[in-house]
């Protein structure tokens, strides 16, 4: 029903092809419409996400500086990045598209629908993905390849 965009398909471009390849699966059955928001990073942007609330304005995101502690969005020693962060942006009602507001694309509820269904992928494809909705930090929109 729903496809990933160009620019979805771009941010992937570094990933692994496990992942890119139960993402691209997932997207095609999805309850809801969604899109990557990242993909491969380097050392600079993680540091940068890192600042987040420490050195910059928010909320911290991740705990990963980029240097001593690295994020599995860096490229790993087979080339690859290992984790892509998603953004529920809409869904088809009555055959009517509505895209989501900001706060309803990080709604909990949809996020771990979508995350069910994944997961779900991942396992029959033998691809051994988590989901950072699982974790302690509670990174919803957040999947790795383990």
């Not at 993680?46 to 304005?57: D, E, K, P, S």
């Not at 502690?69 to 998603?86: L, M, P």
């Not at 996020?111 to 990174?139: F, P, R, T, Y």
Request: aromatic share 10%; hydrophobic share 30%; glycine share 8%.
């Amino acid at each position: 029903m729903y496809v990933l965009s160009k620019s979805s398909l771009e941010k992937m471009k570094n990933v692994h092809p496990k992942l890119v390849d139960v993402i691209k699966t997932a997207i095609e059955n999805s309850s809801y419409d969604f899109r990557i928001t990242a993909g491969a990073r380097t050392a600079e942007e993680q540091n940068y996400l890192y600042q987040q609330g420490r050195t910059r304005a928010g909320q911290r995101v991740t705990n990963c500086d980029g240097y001593k502690a690295k994020s599995n969005h860096q490229i790993k020693s087979d080339g690859f990045g290992h984790a892509v962060d998603i953004f529920p942006c809409g869904v088809y009602e009555n055959g009517v598209y509505r895209k989501f507001t900001t706060d309803e694309g990080y709604d909990d509820k949809k996020l771990k629908s979508i995350a069910n269904h994944i997961l779900a992928i991942a396992k029959s494809k033998n691809a051994n993905v988590e989901w950072g909705g699982n974790w302690k930090m509670h990174d919803t929109p957040h999947f790795e390849l383990k």
